[in-house]
């Protein structure tokens, strides 16, 4: 039996920031008291004026592996959150070959990430055209929930559901309370770009895209009774679409990513692919209403969206070469390491809280996954736990990231906040450490290598 007794003077728990302490007894919070809180344990850490927070839950990871190991894989990308003070990830169904919409697939994936998780893993199945049958076997095998795309995805073997499609699935996964979480772009309203410029890529997938195809989503949660979930909103304009039909009583949740809320599009140079992403980064603009969207609720979490890539995908000849076409380059921006940070120093210059912060980046993310012992400091939640820095400032340097690849649109940018001690399960733990994550199934148990549902 092993227990730790930390104490912080600003404690991250019941939606505020006050002294308290945690009381943790094998991996699992069993008592919070005041600051003062005296219990004889193995250690005691006094974190004084530092804050400690919940270890963040990330609900838009792609690991990549197996199959595309060669962008991200488990070992790599779990150290990079580890260092970011994410406690817990949970993998999309695509990039990785195969594609996780099978049982066969995700025992591929438990048995490629088993033994080099350095935090907990838990997995999203995939919900393509023909599917069907298979996704009550994975919701059975322990996946949190269903992925899906209206547009092409850039995996051909993750090809998009069609209206009719995503009702059905979603119909089949209404009982279970698992959510559909959606790449929303219509891509009737998506062209090619014009040119090579950004512009002329942001212009080519306009808001009108995201809003026609949030309405495509909408429409079939009320149809379904299911819950579904926005990833990656990036047009703020959807905000109030989305908080009509939540206020009309449908089961809809939404999230956005620190890259919509760090970066506008006025200050993308030429060339610089880094920045490629769909939906694109818009104007400051956007940027603002995004910030006001999550002020009043109608956007609820904000996820990394971590979809690397090797520089030559990117069309870059060498990093920060400035020669990428964004065309033709692959999207995705990797900020599993950087993505508290770079929230909280625009957060913080809002007026936002530290508990704001862990509402939509661990607490909203770990409900949504259907992980009830995550993202709270809570009895009977696991003691994952981050002691954060949050005047700290310093300069991104992608050399230094753990990230498999360094490429990164943060490169030089000055942050504010750093992550200075995690704790999984109760235990404290560095990148360098052997690792000790687990895989999770919806509900929090451990998944392992005999799967049911096949
Ligand atoms: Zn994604």
Redesign the pocket.
């Known amino acids: 039996m092993s227990t730790l007794l930390i104490r912080s003077r600003r404690m991250v728990a019941a939606g505020g920031v006050s002294e308290g302490a945690a009381f943790v007894l094998d991996g699992r919070i069993a008592e919070i008291g005041g600051y003062d809180l005296q219990r004889d344990a193995d250690r005691t850490v006094d974190l004084g004026d530092l804050p400690l927070l919940p270890g963040l839950v990330d609900s ?1 990871v ?1 690991v990549n592996e197996p199959g595309r190991t060669e962008w991200e894989g488990f070992a790599t990308a779990t150290r990079a959150a580890l260092a970011g003070g994410v406690t817990t990830i949970c993998d ?1 169904p695509l990039n990785s070959s195969p594609v996780t919409m099978t049982v066969d697939a995700l025992r591929a994936k438990v048995a490629a990430a088993a033994g080099q998780c350095a935090v907990d893993v838990a997995f999203w199945g995939g919900a393509v055209p023909g599917n069907l049958a298979a996704i009550g076997p994975l919701l059975d095998a322990g996946v949190v929930g269903f992925k899906c795309f209206l547009i092409d995805s850039g995996i051909p073997e993750f090809p998009p559901l069609s209206r009719e499609e995503l009702r059905a699935a979603m119909a089949v996964l209404a009982e279970s309370g698992a959510p559909m979480i959606v ?1 929303a772009e219509d891509p009737s309203q998506v062209t090619a770009p014009a040119n090579a410029s950004y512009d002329a890529f942001v212009a080519s997938r306009p808001p009108v895209a995201e809003r026609r195809a949030i309405e495509t989503v909408i429409s079939a949660a009320a149809f379904s009774g299911a819950r579904a979930h926005i ?2 909103l990036a047009a703020g304009e959807c905000a109030a679409l989305i908080s009509a039909a939540k206020a009309a009583g449908i089961a809809l949740s939404a999230e956005t990513c620190p890259h919509y809320l760090f970066f506008a599009a006025e200050e993308v140079q030429p060339g610089h692919t880094e920045f490629k992403c769909c939906p694109p980064v818009r104007y400051a603009v956007n940027r603002e209403a995004l910030w006001r969207a999550l002020e009043d609720g109608a956007i609820d979490a904000v996820v990394s ?1 971590h ?1 690397p890539c090797p520089p030559s995908l990117k069309g870059l000849t060498y990093i920060g070469s400035a020669d990428g076409d964004f065309r033709t380059a692959w999207g995705g921006i990797s900020s599993l390491q950087l993505g508290l940070p770079v929230v909280w120093s625009v957060a913080r210059r809002r007026g936002f809280s530290l508990a704001d912060v862990a509402r939509w980046m661990a607490a909203f993310p770990a409900s949504l996954a259907g992980l009830p012992t995550k993202g709270q400091i809570a009895v009977g939640c696991d003691a994952d736990f981050v002691a954060f820095d949050p005047d700290a400032s310093w300069e991104v340097r992608g050399a230094t990231l753990l990230h498999r690849h360094p490429v990164t649109p943060y490169e030089g940018r000055t942050l504010t906040g750093r992550v200075s001690r995690v704790w999984l399960g109760g235990v404290e733990v560095t990148p360098s450490d052997p690792p000790r994550g687990r895989l999770l199934a919806r509900g929090g148990t451990e998944l392992t290598g005999d799967l049911v549902g096949a």
Request: hydrophobic content about 25%; glycine content about 0%; charged content about 10%.
């Open positions: 838009h792609h999309m790449h990833v990656h969206d979809s």
